[in-house]
C-alpha cells in the first residue's frame, strides 16, 4: 500500500501502471487533510530536534538536518506507518475535520 501526492510525476501513466501491474494499492491522496500525512509528524519530530541544536549557518544546517535524517530509525518508520488506519478512521469519524493529528 502507498500514498501519493499529486506530484507530475506520480501521476503520470506509466507510474500509474506500475503499481497496477505490480498489485499495489495507491492510496488517494487528499490535499485538503494533512492529517493523513504521517511523514508531516515525521517533519516535525526533526524540527524539534534542530531547534535542540540551532545551526549557525547553512553547512551546519545540512549537516544537522542529515545527521537528524540518517538517525531515524526504521522502528520510528514503522511506527508512523502504524499510525495510517488510524489516521483514516479519525478524518473519517470527524467528517474531513481536524483530527488530534
Not at 510525476?9 to 494533512?34: E, V
Not at 530536534?49 to 551546519?60: D, I, M, Y
Amino acid at each position: 500500500m502507498f500514498q501519493q501526492d499529486g506530484a507530475p510525476c506520480h501521476m503520470a501513466k506509466i507510474t500509474r501502471t506500475w503499481f497496477q501491474d505490480h498489485n499495489i494499492l495507491l492510496l488517494k491522496y487528499t490535499f485538503s487533510n494533512p492529517d493523513l500525512s504521517s511523514i508531516k509528524t515525521l517533519g516535525h519530530n526533526m524540527k524539534k530536534q534542530l531547534r535542540k541544536n540551532p545551526a549557525c549557518t547553512v553547512s551546519e544546517l545540512r549537516a544537522t538536518l542529515q545527521n537528524i535524517w540518517d538517525n531515524i530509525s526504521p522502528e520510528e518508520c514503522a511506527s508512523l506507518v502504524d499510525t495510517i488506519p488510524s489516521r483514516i478512521k479519525a478524518v473519517i469519524a470527524n467528517k474531513g475535520d481536524v483530527t488530534q493529528y
